[in-house]
């Protein structure tokens, strides 16, 4: 047992916290600014990729610098610990580009792989359904074989960024009779066609980070089938499994600042004197230092045995679960400045709502564990 | 970065696994705990293989591993729930080393590391297991250690019948003069550790139960309102597992990182050691509420083990201290700049 960087993950996270102090991209945005807000992240997607930092998990041969997986972890956690954005185009890079090295083939990757680092073209992720979220094999989106065009109908949901992308990586039924999970096709479709219409879906936050799409007759050249016809199940599976790789490092650094402005603001009103206050932001200490150790726990059992241990599943879950907890009690400490509309913690207490939603809900996360994990009978 | 333990540590794990299973089976703790006495066999044989003198140094007579081997020996006993008295006598030997006079260590380390003499740790005043019957007992008390002896406790019959428990009064005995918060942090990790195998085994129970027990045809263990449950122990045992190691590694390789990570490990795990059994009971239905069972010899021992040098809130509001330390020692922290007085984690050094 060693939880000290080695002198390579050392070296790497020097480096990195030395750029990341050279370069800023400013002041963020509005929040309810949502153009200006994403031309700010891909602006800061293009710096991060001169310095060869937009996919450090990347092999070198596609632009990358082959970080391993603990050093993929340290550069979401410096990029929080530094309060510097995500790239913009961090589906593409996290989910999409990792899902072309397994299963594109050379002609695909050489043509999209570059302009993900680059954050030339954006990539959006088409798979949740209005009847399909949890049950994403029951996905109803259809693409039917039109010479050597595949014309797709449906509609998709929860799509962050569609607005701007360029690529969707979509999942479709394309063939009706197969049983639900292999009559899927894994595709990438251009967004910028008449047929397919996207309309922005307000949250209760009142912004709008995700889309509606509306799909009626949009074509997809058979060269953009990924994978294979009928093998779209697998290659999402590769997707959504990358989904939080390197990510839950960014999000636990991210909770970890917001507790220290909890407790640095409930200092400053002398609220640290109260020791059921105390108590509680001690509590939510305990519980964030639990989710870093075990998430470093999480990446030495896939370094050591190659797939995560129990401890995979159980991150994201203790993350929303604190998360909801400490934006709640923040906003209680806090009292009516912080149920304003337009204050920081107000929109962080409606955010943490979508945690234990989003990426998979705390339901089915408890399922996969006690399926999976503990090997319990599944309900018939 | 490598959180995980080494090849010989895994061995010591699997052999403490396999050894307390065919030799301190429940039958066997319900024997001693009804009888209200140690399973002295057991003892002689864990004393043979070294194991209450395995992070005493060699020049004290012990293996002179460190605090991670110890945790996981304290671990395995906690899963057996194993009538004997391993954790005093191995958390006094712990105390006395990291706190004790050459004098104190030359007395009783080379005795307590080879199970001829045994220990017990506690607070003044409060239940000490492994105290009633102990030759030696290290007692807390205003920030300080000393050390007492036999005669001075008084034996207490507390609701976990596989240990002897017993009260020092404060004053009792003469003082052990070294760092009693570093003997003290390292005690709580070694309890954590024994309450993350006292939930796993409850949990680990509980599963083998929900799977077997069928109501409405189905077995218990496929309805989301039970199984969501045995999730919730999973989440509550590995959280105090990754606290507790990370103590364990603590103490031996970063002891500036002691205070909070061992505060945080016996925080944590006492509550998923009184959640997770409790919980064990639950998911067992009647039969779980019945002496008959097992599962009550882990909660009576997770309520004591919780208990043991002060409980979740005691070390939440150690915790809370720790955190007010590192604030900002200036009225407005928005306005100030890092300066050399600033300690690392203080909002005045650059943004972490």
């Known amino acids: ?380 | 970065m490598n959180f995980d333990f080494t090849e010989d540590q895994h061995e010591i794990k699997r052999t403490a696994r396999d050894l307390l299973a065919k030799r301190s089976t429940f039958e066997k703790v319900r024997e001693h705990a009804e009888a209200g006495t140690y399973d002295g066999g057991l003892w002689k044989e864990l004393a043979g293989l070294g194991w209450p003198g395995i992070a005493v140094a060699e020049e004290h007579g012990g293996q002179g591993l460190g605090v991670v081997e110890l945790a996981i020996l304290c671990e395995e006993l906690g899963y057996a729930c194993a009538a004997t008295p391993f954790l005093g006598t191995a958390t006094a030997a712990l105390a006395i080393e990291a706190a004790g006079s050459d004098d104190q260590k030359a007395a009783w380390l080379p005795k307590l590391a080879a199970g001829e003499a045994r220990g017990a740790l506690g607070l003044a005043g409060q239940l000490i297991p492994d105290a009633a019957g102990a030759d030696v007992v290290v007692v807390a008390e205003d920030g300080g250690l000393r050390l007492a002896g036999g005669g001075d406790v008084e034996a207490v019959d507390a609701i976990d019948p596989t240990r002897r428990h017993g009260k020092v009064a404060g004053g009792a005995g003469e003082p052990l003069g070294g760092d009693a918060a570093a003997a003290l942090d390292r005690a709580l990790v070694a309890v954590a550790a024994e309450l993350v195998g006292v939930s796993q085994r409850a949990l680990d129970m509980t599963v083998a139960y929900v799977k077997d027990r069928k109501q409405f045809e189905t077995p218990v263990g496929a309805y989301q309102a039970v199984s969501h449950r045995c999730a919730q122990m999973l989440l509550h045992t590995e959280g105090a597992r990754s606290a507790t190691y990370f103590g364990a590694w603590a103490a031996d390789a970063e002891p500036e990182r002691l205070p909070e990570a061992a505060a945080i490990a016996k925080a944590a795990a006492s509550e998923a050691g009184k959640e997770v059994t409790a919980s064990a009971i639950q998911a067992h239905g009647g039969i779980g509420f019945t002496w008959e069972a097992d599962v009550h010899w882990l909660y009576k021992r997770a309520q004591l083990d919780a208990q043991l040098l002060g409980g979740a809130r005691t070390h939440r509001a150690a915790v809370a201290r720790l955190l007010a330390g590192r604030l900002c020692p200036r009225p407005s922290w928005q306005e100030c700049a890092s300066t050399a007085s600033c300690s690392s984690r203080c909002c005045c050094s650059p943004r972490r």
């Open chain 1, 1 to 380: 047992m060693d939880l000290t960087f080695n002198e390579r993950e050392t070296a790497f996270r020097d480096e990195l916290r030395a750029w990341l102090a050279a370069n800023d991209p400013g002041p963020r945005p509005e929040d309810a600014d949502e153009d200006a807000t994403f031309e700010w992240m891909r602006s800061w997607q293009r710096t991060m990729a001169a310095d060869k930092w937009a996919g450090v998990h990347w092999p070198e041969e596609y632009g990358g610098r082959g970080a391993t997986i603990t050093e993929s972890a340290i550069f979401f956690e410096e990029l929080g610990r530094a309060r510097r954005p995500l790239p913009a185009n961090v589906l593409g890079i996290v989910m999409g580009g990792p899902t072309l090295m397994v299963w594109g083939t050379d002609e695909q990757k050489e043509r999209f792989l570059p302009h993900i680092l680059d954050a030339s073209e954006h990539w959006c992720q088409g798979f949740s359904e209005p009847e399909a979220g949890s049950d994403l094999a029951a996905l109803k989106t259809r693409a039917v074989k039109d010479g050597d065009d595949w014309v797709v109908t449906g509609q998709k949901v929860w799509t962050s960024g569609a607005q701007y992308a360029k690529w969707c990586m979509l999942v479709a039924r394309t063939d009706m009779d197969a049983p639900k999970h292999k009559g899927l096709t894994y595709f990438l479709m251009d967004m910028e066609q008449e047929g397919v219409q996207v309309r922005p879906l307000r949250q209760i936050t009142g912004s709008a980070e995700f889309n509606e799409l509306f799909l009626e007759g949009a074509r997809i050249p058979d060269a953009n089938v990924i994978g294979g016809v009928g093998n779209g199940w697998k290659v999402a599976l590769t997707t959504l499994m990358n989904e939080r790789s390197g990510l839950a490092f960014f999000l636990q650094v991210r909770l970890r600042q917001l507790l220290d402005d909890v407790i640095e603001e409930a200092a400053s009103r002398g609220l640290l004197d109260d020791p059921v206050v105390a108590d509680k932001l001690a509590d939510l200490h305990v519980k964030a230092e639990i989710l870093r150790l075990t998430a470093y726990r999480g990446l030495t059992a896939i370094e050591k045995y190659g797939q995560p241990g129990p401890e995979g599943s159980l991150t994201k879950w203790l993350w929303s679960d604190t998360n909801q907890q400490l934006t709640s009690f923040a906003a209680e400490l806090f009292g009516d400045w912080a149920y304003t509309a337009g204050n920081r913690w107000a929109y962080e207490l409606m955010r943490a709502r979508g945690n234990s939603i989003e990426g998979g809900t705390t339901e089915i996360l408890k399922n996969i564990i006690a399926e999976r994990v503990l090997g319990l009978p599944r309900l018939k």
